[in-house]
């Protein structure tokens, strides 16, 4: 064998001793994916205007009685980021009437607290509100005093049916608590004169 041909065979063995030493030496370490965190869900924020919160007009907040039910189950969910339940409740003489009640949340910041009844026809027909941050243009809200009340609104009176008095210039009702000492209603003098500190427990427009 000649020497160029040995010096070839001597380069060859060479490389088939280094390619074969790649091959069985360690392997690369491979690094394992990290484990994915778990999605925590944020609380949802909902951008508010004092217009959602003001009673007047015949409106409670954005609503009123000439929304479409779809139209203010929408404003409770996407505007107001609240949720809903509908149920039927007694409406006077074996009757019932169907409701939307509306709330929030307790993760949010408002606690919402509306009730939606509708008619026989499925239109809406009476709105209320029972969280104080629903408030008339002169301040009043849930939990305001009958004093309150006649400061703000001197015209304002009370009917001894269902203890209601009447924000006519907001046209906007109230409701009474009817915790009180019953010797006031027994005096049907056509203005009812309730306790001073009797509180509101209801808003509501038709």
């Known amino acids: 064998m000649s020497k160029k041909a040995l010096g070839m065979l001597i380069l060859g063995m060479f490389l088939l001793t280094m390619v074969g030493g790649c091959g069985g030496g360690e392997k690369a370490a491979v690094t394992a994916p990290a484990p994915q965190q778990p999605q925590v869900a944020q609380p949802?924020?909902?951008?508010?205007?004092?217009?959602m919160y003001t009673v007047g007009n015949g409106k409670i907040g954005l609503f009123h009685n000439k929304l479409t039910v779809?139209?203010?189950?929408?404003?409770?969910?996407?505007?107001?980021?609240?949720?809903?339940?509908?149920?039927?409740?007694p409406a006077g003489e074996g009757t019932t009437a169907r409701v939307i009640n509306a709330y929030f949340d307790k993760s949010n910041d408002k606690q919402l607290s509306l009730k939606i009844t509708l008619d026989n026809e499925g239109k809406i027909y009476q709105i209320a509100a029972y969280s104080p941050e629903f408030k008339t243009v002169k301040g009043l809200h849930v939990g305001s005093t009958w004093a309150e009340i006649r400061s703000a609104y001197p015209q304002a009176?009370?009917?001894?049916?269902?203890?209601?008095?009447?924000?006519?210039?907001?046209?906007?009702?109230?409701?009474?608590?009817?915790?009180a000492?019953?010797?006031?209603?027994k005096v049907k003098s056509?203005?009812?004169?309730?306790?001073?500190?009797?509180?509101?427990?209801?808003?509501?427009?038709y």
């Open 44 to 51: 949802k924020t909902v951008a508010t205007t004092p217009e």
């Open 190 to 205: 056509g203005q009812e004169n309730p306790p001073a500190d009797l509180k509101i427990i209801s808003l509501f427009t």
């Open 157 to 179: 009176k009370v009917t001894i049916e269902n203890i209601v008095g009447f924000f006519a210039e907001d046209r906007v009702t109230c409701k009474l608590s009817t915790n």
């Open 181 to 185: 000492s019953p010797n006031w209603q």
């Open 70 to 89: 779809d139209a203010a189950q929408k404003l409770i969910t996407e505007t107001y980021g609240g949720k809903f339940s509908e149920a039927k409740e």
